[in-house]
Structure formats: structure tokens, C-alpha cells
């Protein structure tokens, strides 16, 4: 793990499953203080989970199709959502959530939220962009599956976990797209992809959900996911 900045992609999924998650959050925010005591800074980017499809449904349902038109209101689910999460953190949070990312940041609390900035990025292509700003070599990728698999676990008995891959391996699977599309269905997108690759990052892809398992990757020990590097 980098040790001066933890770059961490909180998924959406985990905020608002349906319904705002409070109890995870509170529990989310009591681990990352214990990993700050040890002299952790956290930049924390936030997904729009199912406010963002719930918006981006409403739209197509109303008769949008400007892809630009759908991606803004994602981008601004996800600025909503780090909204959010900073204020339940309270003073452990940099009072504002980081979203242009044109702008420098001076940022003296141990936790920085960060929320969508334009239209054509995914927060996961945010997280690599915090991870080549704060010049990091790998991200925490926090999604509501355990890791990457071989099949469908939830269709086939006999997925297997992946617990290593590397981006080359990972597009080949997922495919090659040079852009990202609104409500785009694979674990991480294909610009973010392609950027990882290029920068050579690493990205810990685990289930947040299972925050014991959060707490062994930041501490060093043995956990349950897939590295892609």
C-alpha cells in the first residue's frame, strides 16, 4: 500500500444500496479513523450507486438522450453522495468536496472527498486521475462483489476467484473501449482501464461490504479480492 496517500474508491453501491446505508457509513468512517491514528492520509472518491441510476432512469424515462445530459447528472449523484459521506465524517474531512480537479488542493485533514468531475469519466477513471495527482501507485477499489471472477458467481457454482490479473489480461476480458458510457456494466470502466495500464497502477479490487477485509489490506495482512496490476 502507498503509505502517504490511500487512494480509495468507495463505490456507490455501498452509500446507497437502495436507501442510504448510515449504519455501514458510520462503521466505515470508524475504521478509516483507526487507519489515520497510524499516520494514514485518505483521499476517498465516491460513486453515485443507485441515486445516479435513479436520476439517469428518470431521464431516459422522460425522453433524454443526450449521452453529455446523462452523464451530468451521474457526475452530480456522485457529488451528492461524497457530500454525504464528508459531513458524517465530520472534522476528520477537508470541509469541501473536491470535484474540479483543474484547481490545486491544499488539504489538511487526514480525509479528502472527492466527487465526479465531468461528463465521459466514471469514478473509477476519477480515482486513477487521484492517483496520478497525488502521484500514488495503486487504488483501493471498494464494490459490493468480493473480487473479480471467471463467471457469474451468482449463475455459476463453478466460478473461481481471480486473484491476480494483469490490465492486459483485464481488457481482453472486458474489452477494449476507448470511452466510457453512462451505466457502462463492468467492474472497472475502459478508460480507467486503459489508464491504469499506462501508468502502470495498481488497483485492489475488493468487497467493501466486508469491512474486516478492508481493515487486513490497509494493514498489510492476507485478503480476500484480486489484484490488477
Known amino acids: ?20 446505508d448510515i449504519s455501514y457509513l458510520k462503521k466505515f468512517k470508524d475504521l478509516i479513523k483507526r487507519h489515520v491514528k497510524s499516520g494514514k492520509r485518505f483521499v476517498i472518491i465516491v460513486g453515485g450507486g443507485y441515486t445516479n441510476r435513479w436520476y439517469r ?5 422522460a425522453g433524454v438522450k443526450d449521452i453529455a445530459d446523462l452523464h451530468w447528472v451521474g457526475t452530480i449523484s456522485t457529488k451528492l453522495n461524497a457530500e454525504l459521506v464528508r459531513i458524517i465524517f465530520g472534522k476528520l474531512a477537508h470541509p469541501e468536496v473536491y470535484s474540479d480537479y483543474t484547481k490545486s488542493i491544499v488539504w ?4 479528502l472527498m472527492v466527487g465526479g468531475y465531468k461528463p ?6 476519477d480515482a486513477v486521475l487521484m492517483a496520478i495527482k497525488f502521484k500514488a ?14 463467471k457469474d458467481p451468482k449463475r ?9 490479473i494483469s490490465w492486459g489480461e483485464y481488457r481482453r476480458m472486458f474489452g477494449n473501449s476507448r470511452r466510457h458510457l453512462p451505466g457502462e456494466n463492468v467492474p472497472i470502466d475502459a478508460v480507467a482501464a486503459l489508464t491504469s495500464q ?10 467493501g461490504k466486508n469491512l474486516s477485509n478492508l481493515d487486513r489490506l490497509l494493514s498489510g495482512k ?6 490488477i496490476c
Open 222 to 227: 492476507s485478503w480476500k479480492g484480486t489484484r
Open 137 to 150: 501507485k495503486n487504488i483501493v477499489n471498494m464494490t459490493n462483489v468480493d473480487g473479480l471472477y471467471t
Open 156 to 164: 455459476f457454482r463453478d466460478a473461481k476467484l481471480i486473484k491476480e
Open 108 to 111: 489538511r485533514k487526514p480525509t
Open 198 to 207: 499506462k501508468y502502470k497502477l495498481e488497483t485492489f479490487y475488493v468487497g
Open 57 to 61: 432512469d428518470s431521464a431516459k424515462a
Open 1 to 20: 500500500m502507498t503509505k502517504q496517500h490511500v487512494i480509495l474508491k468507495l463505490g456507490g453501491s455501498l452509500v446507497v444500496p437502495k436507501d442510504i
Open 120 to 125: 465521459g469519466h466514471s469514478t473509477d477513471y
